[in-house]
């Protein structure tokens, strides 16, 4: 596939954005004792993140299908399967949106 130059420039965006933040998650306790003016919008992209890899951990945990022979179900412990209530697309986008440099990938900060 032929990227266009502004899916291009927005790549980049987003790449700058991962480093951004794995470089920035670890500097958090420093970036907190110094005031340093973007710390809100870091910690608050880090902590929606977190939260969202959580949350995808979770759903996973709870579906019907295993997806790997060594993942962890809730039937496994004997909770019976019900069907989360997820609007279609929303694991997609989710997974996208969290692990996957696209051209159509949206940065949050």
Request: overall charge neutral.
């Amino acid at each position: 596939m032929s990227l266009t130059p502004e899916q291009l420039r927005s790549g980049t965006d987003l790449i700058y954005y991962e480093m951004s933040m794995l470089l920035n998650a670890h500097t958090v306790p420093s970036m907190i004792k110094t005031n340093y003016p973007d710390v809100v919008s870091v910690v608050g992209s880090l902590l929606l993140e977190a939260r969202l890899v959580h949350a995808r951990n979770l759903i996973a945990f709870f579906r019907e299908t295993r997806t790997h022979s060594d993942d962890l179900m809730a039937t496994d412990y004997d909770f019976p399967y019900q069907s989360l209530a997820i609007k279609n697309g929303t694991m997609g986008r989710l997974n996208k949106e969290l692990s996957h440099n696209t051209s159509s990938r949206q940065i949050i900060w």
